[in-house]
């Protein structure tokens, strides 16, 4: 589905990400794990045309080469920020509706989606008409997803949902990609909390410093001593807190 | 000071006071989503009468090349399809000033329409290349704007004031006109529409988000620049049809916008650039403040009206935050 082949990342003379290539098929979920600074936001930023990039992406056989959010979207291609960048001075069900604006544009009725994702999330319906920087991170993260999936993607692209969250609450978010990942949605989840992320992907990613240290099935990464030490060992620190 | 001048004064007050706010509002929209200070709005607001006058009178006016050029201009910068847009615009804009040149009535559409059209062509050309750009540049343009249009005007208009007829004659009572009335309900109205849109219609809702967060706007496929144009053609329209409900109760000419801007300005100010009700009620006491204090002060009138600026920019600036540009 999607194939990504020597990407680089560059800002100015920095470069946050240095000739990655990784590729996910239909319904899979990917787990891209790392260090803080390793260039996991930065490897999404290029994949979705926020940052200079050099490299191929492909989605679905097709290069795609001047790459922007909006034309991604429309391919199916919707992500989740880290900092969720939802509109905070709107109600819950206004920025779950605005998630699915270019369908609306299209004449197409959101309601049944609506549903869906207060089928997902309860604790959204509850909260319908609140705005949505009255609510709690987790509950903020909810909605950031929800929003997503208002868009139907085909393709999710998760920027640390684990982050600042309670333990409890990461798993419920994880709960979610799970279910969504049963449902034939493909996931690429970049996650700092190693456990978490290899426990709901099929294959991993290990970055480091901007390349690729380790590659392979989720399973693996969870019997590959280096990792254990790295990143599982700290799970306590990472995340979680 | 007895209960007539009194009535007088508000009245007065209430009817500048209104149309200050409805530009007060197009200013703080246009700053939420695209973090422009629209300074050239009253020059918006100005090419709309004199545009009037010209056509009523069988003249084409100076404002319709200056639209087309920068029609022109945007779309070149929108390039293959995007540039169809622009180019049936500026179509549609001379075939409807052709037309009113016979039809007096056209004349009206033509004026507030050359008006929207210039606005969201300001916007396309001056502004959306710069969005990257600071507050700061943005406002250096702003001003830069202001001052070439208004210099425009003079080419276009000459320095002569003109009245045009009102589109309703006579007085309710001494000193409220119909023309007077019919300010008010305009702003009622407007105000009524522009709640309207955006508390019930998801595209109102996304020119909001928009304002928030620009981020999240580009994420979920709602267009920055398309935001924007909408912006400047919602502030573009109320200015444009503020002038012409104006025009026959104060007079227009090329300088006339400068002060009406700026005392949206202040009123916008006021709201903290950021409440939209808190600017509209701004606007209406800069309104009652100027028709009291040139009853009281004449001389000061204008002094006396900026010097709310200083108590605003104070308050302003105790609670403000930093600001991430």
Redesign the interface.
Known sequence: MLRVEGLSVRYGPLEAVRGVSFHLREGEALAVIGPNGAGKTSLLRGLLGLARTEGRVALDGEVLVRR???DL??RGL??V?EG???????SVE?NL???G??R?RKGEDLRPDLARVYGLFPRLKERRGQLAGTLSGGEQQMLAIG??LM?RPRLLLLDEPSLGLAPLMVREIYRILAALKGEGVTLLVVEQNAKVALELADRGLVLEAGEVALEGSAKELWQNPKVVEAYLGLKREVGEG | MDATILGFLLLDGLQNGVIYGLLAIAMVLVFAVTRVILVPIGELLMFAPLSLVWLLEGKVPGTLWLALALGLVWAGLARGRGAWGPLLGALGLSALFFLALFLKPLAYVAAVLLVVYLGVATYRVFFQPLREATVLSLLIMAVGLHVAYQGLGLVFFGPEQFRPEPLLKGEVVVGLSWQGVLVLLFALLSVLALYGFFRFSLYGKALLAAAESRLGARLTGISPEEAGMVAFGIASLLAGLSGLLLAPLINAAYFMGFMLGLKGFVAAILGGLASYPVAFLGALLVGFFESFTSFFASAYKEALVFLLLVPALFYQSLRARAVEE
Do not use: I, K, N, Q
């Not at chain 1, 969720?84 to 709107?90: E, I």
């Open positions: 922007s959010p909006e979207l429309r919707v992500l920020p969720r960048a939802l509109f905070p001075g709107l206004d509706r605005l998630g604006f270019l609306f929003r997503a868009a």
